[in-house]
């Protein structure tokens, strides 16, 4: 087994506009079963940053407790990190982003640590709209306690055990439309021409922005049973659309064919273009969103691919108008401006 | 692109870069492994069934396969492969018992072998063990030929030679040395079965039209005639100021070999630019580390005498001139000619064949560079019972290429002389096994390191420029040995892919430090090895395609930069990746090395 990679790289990897290679995005080894779908995540997260030329520096990461919150440590090796309480990511994430404005928030989780433990801190995080991307690594099942299922795990599911799951699922996608999320994506870890340019689209979103990855456990769910093994979902994957990202500085010169595209320019100028493969579906309709999910749920699909985003979306700090300034870098001199500023303030008031 | 054929052995050995480089295909990683296992009998037992003197080649070897090692292609510096070798050789165990039994009843087949360099010698080892009677002949007193004339004492010794000759020897070969062959039809009227020439190229260069070359004789010498007149005790001082011309390794034994008899200033020249010497880069660096400089850009115009006295020569400054197609022209820059003092000259500029002792009226046809016509397969000449080998047939060489034909002659002459088809080859025996140990472990040491390169010490300067006779280089310590086989890539170690298991998770395609695995439904493109995870630019290095998988896409790996570290098939749930040995070794006329070794 090996715990080290080696340090040598292909001789001519290329580097990104502020000079760095995907190495500078890497983080150490991964431990989980070899296989994983996680492992896929990270790499997608690994080169989407690197596509962004990301400062790592200006990234965290926020994980709660599971398989998928033990990720963070195999990507962005040079970022900040915090590694919470099982299902309480969100509030570290949520002080932590009010703290400082500045850094890109990316928080892993997975089935159990936001639809079961942290079922409650997920909806309030939704509805708060912090500028976070909030990644549910979804394997259906437990597989750090033995692969038990989990909330998400669809009626009838089998998983190794070989008993079938006889509850109702939490579909975590319809949650986070029902309670507002500005920007919701469903994906697949195998599927990583998909996923990585919704990562890139949700870390230029301003707001949350939501992606449910559907990332097979190839120990205790990945069994022709499951709805969640890699096979079911190759063959049940319906996608809204092709997404391409174009970051705002990158002139755009391809043209596609009038009335297949739509292109939606996110906040801070970057644009997003969407191949539309689904019918009466708009990615900026909330409720239309919400029908082509149901109406794939009906027939057994899964729809992946950019679900709904509000690109004006305004985000915790702008609703409860806090100063541009990060507050951690806001001196005693600021916060306690002296007598005469408060006599000014008092006198505004009578 | 297709999908790859690795059923045909030809695809993984490539993949074993310094392997395939080597003209005798000698499986190195596999001795690298056995040396870092400290089994140096074994070690020493691949390689001398192999490439026949690894204590010799281990020391002077032309090292094709070093500038071939991938390692080279992932840092700076290859592994050293030739000096492990050394390492094999100079800690083995007593290896006579493993050396193969060699029949007391004879198979009724005279074989004569002329000269007894190391091709013949090859053909000696392959052929005594199946029960042939050889008589091998050389003007020399010893065998070896120029491992024994024209490699200086001081880079290979003598009891090294010795050993590693008298093995061959030992098996009961009729030597006959100080045995000038003067004429083939002789030998050819003896009635042997077969006949092998290995006689290299014993003629050095000379400059003989040049202004004063008459006259400066008994100071002018030829490099390699020289070298064997020091080998042989002849020669035992050189003057103080000595011009060695020429940039290849015979120059650089000359100006090395000078230093020790007496040279004090001893200057290289050469035509050429610097970097186009023909010299191996690490003896350009012990001759400059033994205080000689090199001279570049100068053409040789006279020898100066003085009172019928050599005393210094003339030379013409040139630069180096390139047309479209590469081609170099020296062109005078016009400066006055120089001057460079001297008392003595070596000449080696080159060596050439000399065949002067067969006959033309023998059957055996000469091209028109008045070289035999020698099949470059079976090595057989035009005259059926006579064979080649070694710079003998195809001009100057080396000493691992003179093995690798002698191999070859010899299965040719067992095929001959046994009524069978001379150019039938058997396949070369293959085995390719897992080395799985459990679910992540392997059988071979998989992690990468990242040492660099290991320096072989060296005897003090002072000591090795006052005796001939002083090996220079030291050799490995074991432990630096041992660190030095770790860096070994393991390239013979292959991952094999299995189509139907794959579920592409794509773990080995996340994992893959140096982005060699890509899954791609553009496998079919012209422009595939651009459109890779990494650009595949190195055309020299295959690409590994698999069948199209579930999801029409197909796996490509390409080989350039693969470090065998295993990771793909750690990462891999199915075990569709496999780290599988691969042993490839060219079939010889016998097998011979006893099993236990």
Redesign the interface.
């Known amino acids: 087994?090996?715990y080290?990679?080696?340090?040598?790289?292909?001789?001519?990897?290329p580097v990104n506009d502020i000079g760095f290679t995907k190495k500078d995005y890497e983080g150490s080894?991964?431990t989980l079963?070899?296989?994983?779908?996680h492992?896929?995540i990270?790499?997608g997260i690994i080169q989407a940053c690197y596509d962004l030329s990301i400062e790592p520096h200006r990234v965290a990461k926020l994980s709660g407790i599971g398989c998928s919150s033990k990720t963070p440590t195999y990507f962005l090796g040079n970022s900040h990190g915090f590694n919470s309480v099982h299902g309480r990511m969100p509030s570290v994430a949520t002080g932590a982003n009010l703290a400082n404005r500045d850094l890109i928030y990316i928080g892993v989780s997975g089935d159990g640590d936001t639809a079961s433990i942290g079922f409650g801190q997920f909806g309030h995080v939704v509805r708060r709209n912090l500028n976070m991307l909030y990644m549910v690594e979804n394997n259906g099942c437990y597989g750090l306690t033995k692969g038990q299922d989990s909330a998400t795990s669809d009626t009838g599911s089998q998983s190794k055990k070989g008993a079938a799951n006889p509850y109702e699922p939490i579909d975590l996608v319809s949650m986070a439309l029902q309670l507002g999320a500005t920007f919701v994506a469903r994906s697949f870890?195998?599927d990583?021409d998909q996923l990585i340019p919704l990562i890139k689209a949700a870390i230029a979103h301003s707001g949350f922005a939501f992606i449910d990855v559907i990332s097979?456990c190839?120990?205790f769910n990945?069994n022709p049973k499951s709805t969640k093994n890699?096979?079911y979902v190759?063959e049940h994957i319906e996608a809204t659309s092709t997404v391409d990202f174009v970051p705002m500085k990158q002139e755009i010169t391809t043209s596609y064919q009038q009335g297949s595209s739509t292109e939606v320019t996110m906040h801070d100028g970057s644009v997003l273009r969407f191949n539309k493969l689904k019918q009466d579906w708009d990615p900026q309709d909330r409720f239309s969103a919400m029908a082509a999910v149901n109406d794939a749920t009906q027939r057994g699909e899964i729809l992946t691919g950019l679900l709904y985003v509000d690109p004006q979306s305004q985000d915790l700090h702008e609703i409860i108008n806090t100063v541009r300034k990060p507050l951690n870098s806001l001196t005693e001199k600021d916060l306690c401006p002296g007598n005469v500023a408060l006599e000014k303030i008092n006198e505004s008031l009578r | 692109m297709k999908p790859t054929d690795t059923t045909n052995p030809e695809y993984f050995h490539k993949v074993v870069d310094c392997q395939y480089a080597c003209p005798a295909h000698t499986p190195v990683p596999e001795y690298i492994r056995l040396i870092a296992a400290q089994n140096y009998t074994a070690a020493y037992m691949v390689n001398w069934q192999s490439n026949v003197f690894p204590g010799v080649l281990g020391r002077t070897c032309d090292r094709p396969c070093e500038p071939a090692c991938r390692r080279g292609r992932i840092e700076d510096e290859p592994v050293a492969i030739c000096r492990l070798k050394r390492v094999a050789a100079d800690n083995k165990k007593d290896v006579k018992s493993l050396m193969p039994d060699i029949p007391t009843e004879k198979n009724g087949k005279r074989i004569a072998l002329i000269g007894a360099g190391p091709a013949s010698l090859t053909v000696a080892r392959d052929l005594m063990p199946l029960g042939y009677t050889i008589d091998l002949y050389d003007n020399q007193k010893a065998g070896g030929g120029m491992m024994r004339s024209q490699i200086p004492s001081f880079r290979l010794p003598e009891t090294v030679l010795n050993e590693e000759v008298d093995y061959i020897t030992d098996m009961g070969v009729n030597t006959h040395y100080d045995c000038y062959i003067d004429s083939l039809k002789g030998i050819v009227n003896q009635g042997y079965d077969a006949i092998f020439v290995g006689t290299g190229a014993p003629r050095g260069r000379d400059l003989s039209t040049l202004e004063g070359r008459a006259q400066g004789n008994s100071n002018i010498h030829i490099g390699i005639d020289w070298l064997s007149s020091v080998a042989f005790g002849h020669t035992e001082k050189i003057g103080k100021k000595v011009i060695v011309l020429g940039g290849g390794n015979t120059a650089m034994d000359c100006c090395r070999t000078s230093r020790r008899l007496g040279g004090k200033e001893v200057t290289v020249i050469v035509r050429s630019p610097f970097e186009e010497m023909k010299a191996s880069p690490w003896e350009k660096e012990d001759a400059k580390h033994e205080g000689i400089p090199f001279l570049n850009n100068h053409v040789p115009m006279a020898f100066v005498c003085e009172a019928g006295k050599l005393v210094a020569m003339k030379f013409d400054k040139v630069e180096a001139h390139y047309d479209k197609d590469g081609n170099r022209k020296l062109v005078s820059t016009g400066e006055t000619p120089i001057l460079v003092e001297c008392d003595d000259v070596l000449i080696a500029i080159g060596q050439q064949n000399s065949f002067t002792w067969i006959e033309r009226d023998l059957g055996l046809e000469f091209n028109k560079w008045d070289m035999p016509v020698v099949d470059p397969v079976t090595f057989q000449s035009t005259l059926k019972q006579v064979f080649f080998g070694g710079d003998a047939a195809f001009g100057p060489e080396n000493v691992i290429t003179a093995v690798a034909q002698g191999h070859q002659a010899a299965v040719s002459i067992d095929h001959y002389c046994q009524g069978k088809d001379v150019a039938e080859r058997l396949a070369p025996g293959t085995t390719l096994v897992s080395q799985k140990m459990g679910i992540h472990q392997w059988s071979f040491d998989s992690p990468v390191v990242n040492d660099v390169r290991y320096i072989v010490p060296q005897a003090d300067i002072s000591q090795t420029l006052k005796n001939r006779k002083i090996e220079v280089e030291l050799g490995y310590s074991l432990d630096t040995a041992l660190q030095e086989a770790q860096r070994c890539l393991n390239c013979d170690v292959q991952t094999v892919f299995t189509e139907k298991l794959c579920i592409e998770c794509d773990a080995c395609q996340d994992i893959c430090p140096t982005d060699c695995i890509t899954f791609t439904d553009k496998y079919e493109q012209d422009d595939l090895r651009q459109n890779l995870l990494a650009p595949a630019n190195n055309l020299s290095q295959d690409l590994y395609v698999s069948e199209p998988l579930k999801t029409k896409r197909a796996l490509v790996k390409d080989e350039d930069v693969c470090l065998h570290c295993g990771l793909c098939a750690e990462r891999c749930p199915t075990a569709a990746w496999d780290m599988q040995k691969f042993i490839y070794n060219v079939s010889h006329a016998t097998h011979a090395t006893k099993a236990g070794a």
């Open positions: 087994m090996s080290l990679r080696p340090d040598f790289r292909h001789p001519n990897l080894i991964s079963c070899a296989g994983c779908g492992d896929s990270s790499a870890s195998g990583k097979p190839v120990t990945n890699y096979d190759r």
